[in-house]
T-cell receptor, first 110, second 116 residues
Framework: GEDVEQSLFLSVREGDSSVINCTYTDSSSTYLYWYKQEPGAGLQLLTY?????DMKQDQRLTVLLNKKDKHLSLRIADTQTGDSAIYFCAVPSNTGKLIFGQGTTLQVKP | NAGVMQNPRHLVRRRGQEARLRCSPMKGHSHVYWYRQLPEEGLKFMVYLQKENIIDESGMPKERFSAEFPKEGPSILRIQQVVRGDSAAYFCASSQGTGGTYNEQFFGPGTRLTVL
């Protein structure tokens, strides 16, 4: 079945760039998503990328997609303490359900 | 336009009791998904419903769990005879449809179930 893998933890200093990586197995997805979860809260859709794109930039966020290697990354420029959260990569299956990675906890040190 | 609503936000049950979790999708959305997040884990798909139909229940435990999305009213996730292992956050998401951006799923705040 589909599988999505992420590293579990990333620590950066305020002002640095953060890069969160994700690999997946199912290549039929049209869109791939990044969600953010703050402590005790639900999931907020951060951004998404269409599968025929290599890169998408949205203010401080850059998403890179390497379809050949089935690798997705999220770069956050000028990381702030408010960016501290868990970030989930999500890939839709052909039935519509989302397959999530385990989540990457981003810790931003002042 | 209100987002996805879930209630209750927190639910405490004793072992053996029933838990009912409710989800009202966003206005105009007819597709509902339920996901479970166990402590320190990612979200796992449970069930996908459209009005009055279960489309995909491949993630639902075989016993004690059921879901419905009636013609009128919210979607309900029902857990009978709860056990401690059912303690988790249960998230509901809704979308307009499937395919392309219509599959974009908007999440509710979740119901945190604690089984004593």
């Amino acid at each position: 079945g589909e599988d999505v893998e992420q590293s579990l933890f990333l620590s950066v200093r305020e002002g640095d760039s953060s890069v969160i990586n994700c690999t997946y197995t199912d290549s039929s997805s049209t869109y791939l998503y990044w969600y953010k979860q703050e402590p005790g809260a639900g999931l907020q859709l951060l951004t998404y990328i269409f599968s025929n794109m290599d890169m998408k930039q949205d203010q401080r966020l850059t998403v890179l997609l390497n379809k050949k290697d089935k690798h997705l990354s999220l770069r956050i420029a000028d990381t702030q303490t408010g960016d501290s959260a868990i970030y989930f990569c999500a890939v839709p299956s052909n039935t519509g359900k989302l397959i999530f990675g385990q989540g990457t906890t981003l810790q931003v040190k002042p | 336009n209100a987002g996805v609503m879930q209630n209750p936000r927190h639910l405490v049950r004793r072992r053996g009791q029933e838990a009912r979790l409710r989800c009202s999708p966003m206005k105009g959305h007819s597709h509902v998904y339920w996901y479970r997040q166990l402590p320190e884990e990612g979200l796992k798909f449970m069930v996908y419903l459209q009005k009055e139909n279960i489309i995909d229940e491949s993630g639902m435990p075989k016993e004690r769990f059921s879901a419905e999305f009636p013609k009128e009213g919210p979607s309900i996730l029902r857990i009978q005879q709860v056990v401690r292992g059912d303690s988790a956050a249960y998230f509901c998401a809704s979308s307009q449809g499937t395919g392309g951006t219509y599959n974009e799923q908007f999440f509710g705040p979740g119901t945190r179930l604690t089984v004593l």
